[in-house]
């Protein structure tokens, strides 16, 4: 059957920085497929993840590790046989819970098949101890398969295959004076070769897969080059927006000023407004008291027609006033928001910026 895949979600990835231990690195540039895998040969369950043809996360799942949420929507866990930590930022809190869950299944999963793969082994070991001379005491467990680290597991299979074939070649004279008393024992130690000579053809597979990945990334250090450029110009581009913007604002400033302004005029068009009506009155009470004003008073009265005309004019203008100044103070809230929006988007790509040169600066010098 092979390894095939039980779960799959899609996740930001990211790894702990190998120098400091504590600021993280993106290991993808978008969110990629996140996948569990199970491979009945073995009984052991893997997370994979590929960006493109490069595989960025490759970790066997074992007892002992935990999977931890350090916030809504992000989570990470260590490998200790990659010597690193893992940490993924999903899309919602939900997706988050659902990986956890099935980490936690998977392990537990994993711990059963390890328990039942040492009592197998101690069960086929034991009358085979004297003619194994004490090679075959350690039980085979998933966590004796490394598929995240083909450099260390290539070795450590390399030296316990040869020891495991070599008893059962060098016990059959020993056997035959023995009256064949170890017979199970040979034919035990032939299925552990043979099963560690499958899993070395495999691990020499994927070490080739590793290998061509790493040729690859190195081919794509001159494209990240030209996109670290790329983005320079586009951060440049953001410079001279924000400059743009920050001349809008001036003249939203001069805007403000000029509402300041009318405000002033309308006070002292109301004061003079008040000032008329007194005056009327005024005459109001001399056409009463003399008649002889009568001209005067048929003056006054049209200039008091007059200011009340004024007046209504007065009152529409600042009707319009007002609506124009509410209009500019929408305007000027609805583009202080915009205004915050790009700063805010400038500092993530300034931020995301940064990140990439230095980690570009280390991919160049790790090349």
């Not at 101690?122 to 398969?145: F, K, N, R, V, Y």
């Not at 040729?215 to 001279?240: D, G, M, P």
């Not at 109001?284 to 007046?311: F, H, M, S």
Request: aromatic share 6%; charged share 30%; net charge negative.
């Amino acid at each position: 059957m092979g390894e095939q895949p039980i779960f799959s979600t899609r996740a930001h990835v990211f790894q702990i920085d190998p120098n400091t231990k504590k600021n993280w690195v993106p290991t993808s540039k978008h969110a990629v497929t996140v996948s569990y895998f199970y491979d009945s040969t073995r009984n052991v369950y893997r997370i994979i993840s590929l960006d493109g043809s490069k595989a960025i996360i490759n970790s066997t799942i074992t007892p002992n590790m935990t999977f931890t949420k350090t916030s809504q929507k992000f989570g990470q866990w260590a490998d200790s046989r990659a010597n690193t930590v893992y940490g993924l930022g999903f899309s919602s809190e939900h997706h988050l819970s659902k990986f956890a869950e099935k980490f936690q299944e998977f392990k537990e999963a994993a711990r059963l098949a390890k328990e039942k793969s040492q009592e197998k082994m101690e069960l086929t070991s034991t009358p085979s101890q004297e003619s194994a001379g004490g090679d075959i005491q350690s039980p085979l467990t998933p966590e004796s398969i490394n598929g995240t680290d083909d450099e260390r597991t290539t070795p450590e299979v390399t030296q316990n295959s040869e020891p495991r074939a070599e008893p059962t070649q060098n016990a059959l004279p020993f056997t035959h004076r023995r009256g064949k008393r170890k017979g199970g024992s040979c034919h035990h130690c032939s299925t552990i070769s043979k099963h560690w000579e499958a899993e070395l053809a495999t691990l020499k597979g994927n070490n080739a897969k590793l290998t061509a990945a790493l040729l690859e990334s190195t081919a794509n250090v001159k494209q990240w080059k030209q996109q670290l450029a790329a983005y320079q110009e586009e951060a440049e581009r953001l410079h001279k927006r924000v400059t743009e913007l920050e001349c809008v604002s001036s003249q939203a400033n001069a805007v403000h000023t000029h509402k300041t302004e009318l405000n002033q005029t309308i006070q002292e068009l109301e004061s003079t407004l008040k000032k008329k009506e007194e005056e009327i009155e005024r005459l109001k009470q001399e056409i009463d008291n003399a008649r002889e004003l009568q001209a005067q008073r048929d003056a006054l009265t049209q200039k008091l027609q007059e200011v009340e005309i004024r007046n209504k004019d007065l009152e529409g203008q600042l009707s319009d006033l007002e609506q124009r100044l509410e209009k500019s103070q929408n305007e000027q809230e609805a583009f202080r928001n915009n205004l915050k929006t790009l700063l805010e988007i400038l500092d993530g790509k300034i931020f995301e910026l940064t990140e990439l040169r230095d980690n570009l600066a280390k991919l160049i010098e790790c090349s």
